[in-house]
């Protein structure tokens, strides 16, 4: 285990939810904090299935359940996280409602405690420069399901110190994760390569080349990928997408990252992938048939 020993965790939506028990699981006090009781309970009930899932496959041991279940507090008290040794933040991917957090988080902890993000498009650099703690600042990258997947892309910005990131990656490893180490450019690794590659499954769609079965099974059956671009999408969220995709358009002015228009039109429809019920294909129905877009 890493010298940390009391980890705090910034909103418990599916990411913040899949850290905290990742955090718990790995043996640490972890307390968790969100804006309100029907949003902990939610995630505290998620947590709860995860985990019992993970026993029922044999994965996890029950006495370990048990034991990570005990090390889970949560709150809607954000000062309640100033005796933590590290908070990660996984509120919504928006830069003023993170720095408003950080700027709160930074009077309340002592000076010690490391920052980190799990921003998957925004730079941790523009994070940092809300707070007078630039050098213990990194980025916490994980990847959904937090419980399954194993990556974690730790990020260092211009002022991380070295001993600050090196802590943050044996945190990371702590955790049973295989860490990363980036660069603080907008999208990191993995989203550096994969969003170029989502927004051009779409454009293909919109220019006709295949429908959504075939441009999905083209690229399982040809790369050898779990799942296809547009079934990825879904599961991902369009909604999530869209905005990293502008957040990424806006930073590098590079087409490739530039939202399609049909992606655009589906969000505005509501119809942000499985979380909604209804993406490039429809949930509502067994299995889920391709949906109406219009094409």
Known sequence: MSDIKRVGVLGCGLMGSGIAQVAAAGGYDTLVRDVSREILDRARAGIDRSLATLVEKGKVPAPERDAALKRLTFTTTTADLRACDIVVEAVTEDLETKNALWRELDGLCPPATIFASNTSSLTIAAMAAATKRPDRFVGLHFFNPVPLMPLVEVVRTVTTSDETFARAFAFAKSLGKAPVAAKDNSG???????????????RALEHGVASVPDIDKAMQLGCGYPMGPLTLLDFVGLDTTYKIAEIMFAEYRDAKYAPPPLLKRMVLAGMSGRKSGKGFYDYSVTPPAVSRLGL
Do not use: G, H, K, R
Not at 188 to 202: Q, S, W
């Open 188 to 202: 990191f690794i993995v989203n550096l390569l994969l969003v170029p590659y989502l927004l051009d499954a779409i």
